[in-house]
């Protein structure tokens, strides 16, 4: 094995994207940093695949954040890479990527022992079929895109959203997302009838083919009422087209009867991100 690196993300992804497609669903944040780096200034940012007999085993980034994104792949492909990294004296803060390849990852990295659990997060990546689940229209309760008159409440939800996750996340870059969705037009409350908005949620990027669900929040007082699923279901409704008829969501609900499976999702892999300091 040898690890091929790229001069560019834009080159990098020429490289890999056939392979990364291969699994979409477990791959998908790669869209989302490559998007990114098109948006900023030229970075120097790492971007390799682990080569075996001429075929791509592990796609990676290291990211602006100094964390490593890594692909599925082999585990052998895994370690090839961590032992890559030591090599050249890499100083990560992390490892995120599919749930099975980033312990791995960690596990190697500490030859041996396991990372701290403090610093890890696991989460459940779910994807729509592409049928919606067939259920009568509540006509109380109603989509309302988020725009500036709304955006106090949905600024304060998104510093609750950080807050609340475990561990918890950066107020700072959730904001940011949630005001990003708003410009694009893609965040939105729902709103019953009388009562006043009682959740939030919006579509934050897209992979080659999938819409991803991002910032589902419903306030502690209006929770155990179903209001995530109506939510949900109404945004499928409202955002799905003819080139996007997929979507995916991360969840850390743990317990039984998920809701996104409620709604017609199902679940298709653990994602992992592991703190190394």
Request: proline residues 2%; positive net charge; aromatic residues 12%.
């Amino acid at each position: 094995m040898r690890v091929q690196t790229y001069n560019s993300l834009s080159r990098f992804l020429i490289k890999s994207e056939d392979f990364l497609l291969e699994n979409e669903v477990v791959n998908n944040l790669f869209w989302e940093l490559l998007a990114a780096s098109n948006k900023m200034p030229k970075t120097n940012q790492w971007a390799g695949n682990v080569m075996n007999k001429g075929k791509i085993q592990l796609s990676a980034i290291r990211t602006v954040s100094n964390y490593l994104l890594i692909s599925d792949g082999s585990s052998s492909a895994v370690q090839h890479l961590s032992n890559y990294a030591k090599r050249k004296k890499w100083n990560i803060k992390g490892v995120s990527g599919p749930g099975k390849g980033t312990l791995y990852f960690s596990k190697h990295w500490f030859n041996g022992s396991d990372d701290q659990d403090l610093g890890r997060k696991i989460f459940s990546i779910y994807a729509s079929s592409g049928q919606l689940r067939t259920k009568k229209e509540e006509k109380h309760f109603l989509l309302k895109k988020v725009g500036k008159n709304e955006w106090p409440k949905a600024r304060m939800w998104a510093i609750q959203f950080a807050l609340e996750s475990t561990p918890q996340l950066n107020t700072s870059a959730i904001i940011n997302t949630a005001r990003n969705m708003m410009k694009a037009g893609n965040l939105f409350f729902l709103q019953r009838e009388g009562l006043g908005s009682c959740g939030m949620a919006g579509i934050g990027r897209k992979t080659k083919n999938y819409k991803v669900i991002n910032l589902v929040y419903v306030p502690k007082e209006e929770r155990g009422k179903k209001y995530a699923q109506k939510m949900i279901l109404k945004i499928l409704r409202v955002t799905k087209d003819k080139y996007f008829p997929r979507y995916l969501l991360f969840s850390d609900y743990k317990r039984e009867e998920n809701l996104y499976e409620k709604a017609g999702f199902q679940f298709k892999s653990e994602y992992c991100e592991s703190m190394f300091y």
